[in-house]
C-alpha cells in the first residue's frame, strides 16, 4: 500500500482543509424570477473527515454538492479544494479535478447499461488516458475490493441493485480520489442492502478518505463523524453525529488490502499535461 498523500493524512490543527466555502452564493434564473439556492454558506472539511448534509428536499444540499463535486461554479464567494481557488482553474484543470480528485457515487448508480461491469468501472481511466492494462488492473482490484471480481463480464442488467452500487462505488475510487462524494446512495436500496452500502464508506473513512455524504435520513448520516444540516439555501447546524462510531485504526489485514491504490504528491491545482 502507498503512504497517503499529504492531504489525506487526516484532520490536523495547521493543515489547509480538502475543502474550504467562503460565503457561497448561487442563484438560478428560473424565468420567472431568482431562485436562490445557496445564501452565504461558509464551510471547512478537513482531509480524512467524514461529513454528513442532511436537509429537506429543495434546501439547496444537492446544489452544495454540485459545487463541492466542481459540477457547479457560485454566483458569488469562494471555494478553495486544498488551498487553491476553483474560480482560478481553467476549464481543463476542472475537468481533471473531476476525473482523478473527486470521486461521485449517485443514488441512481448512472452505469452504462450495454458496456460491462469492468468496463463502467475503467471509464474515469480511459478519460484520463490511462493504458488498457493498466485500466483492467485497477478495475479488478476495486471491484475486489467491493466484493464483486467475479462479475467484471456482467452488464449492470444482471446485477442487483446492491452490486450496482457496489460498482459505483468501485468506478469512483478507481481514480484514488482525494475526496468521494456521495448522493443519497442508499435511495434505491432495501435496509438491509443499504447498511452493506455504508459498511463500505464506514471501512473507507477509516482508511483515511475523505467523505461527505448527502442525505435526508438522520440514521444513514449517523455513520459520519460531523453532520451539517441546511435549510433554505443556509446552514442551520454544523455539530458531531451523535450515534457516530469513534474513528478505527485500520487493522493490518485492512492495511494490507486497501480499497484503491493512493497516489503521491499534493494536489495544488495545475493542469497536467496532455
Known sequence: ???????????GPASTPIIDLAEVHKIYDSGGGAVHALRGVSLRVEAGDY????????????????????????????????GTPVSKMSSRALAEVRNRRIGFVFQTFNLLPRASIARNVELP??????????????????????????????????????????????????????IVLADEPTGNLDTRTGQEILA?????????????????DQGIAGHARRIIRIVDGLIEEQGPAAAAPAPEA?????????????????????????
Open 1 to 11: 500500500m502507498m503512504p497517503r498523500r499529504d492531504e489525506d493524512a487526516g484532520p
Open 51 to 82: 461529513v454528513a448534509i442532511m436537509g429537506p428536499s429543495g434546501s439547496g444540499k444537492s446544489t452544495l454538492m454540485h459545487i463541492i463535486g466542481c459540477l457547479d461554479v457560485p454566483t458569488s464567494g469562494e471555494y478553495y479544494l486544498a
Open 125 to 178: 481511466l480511459m478519460y484520463a488516458g490511462i493504458g488498457r492494462d493498466e485500466r483492467r488492473r485497477r478495475a479488478v482490484e476495486v471491484l475486489e475490493q467491493v466484493g464483486l471480481a467475479d462479475r467484471g463480464r456482467h452488464l449492470p442488467s444482471q446485477l442487483s441493485g446492491g452490486q450496482r452500487q457496489r460498482v459505483a462505488i468501485a468506478r469512483a475510487l478507481v481514480n484514488a480520489p482525494s
Open 200 to 216: 463500505i464508506f464506514d471501512r473507507l473513512h477509516r482508511q483515511g478518505h475523505t467523505l461527505i455524504l448527502v442525505t435526508h
Open 250 to 274: 485500520v487493522t493490518d489485514a485492512e492495511a494490507a488490502a486497501p480499497v484503491a491504490e493512493t497516489r503521491r504528491g499534493r494536489f495544488d491545482g495545475r493542469e497536467v499535461p496532455a
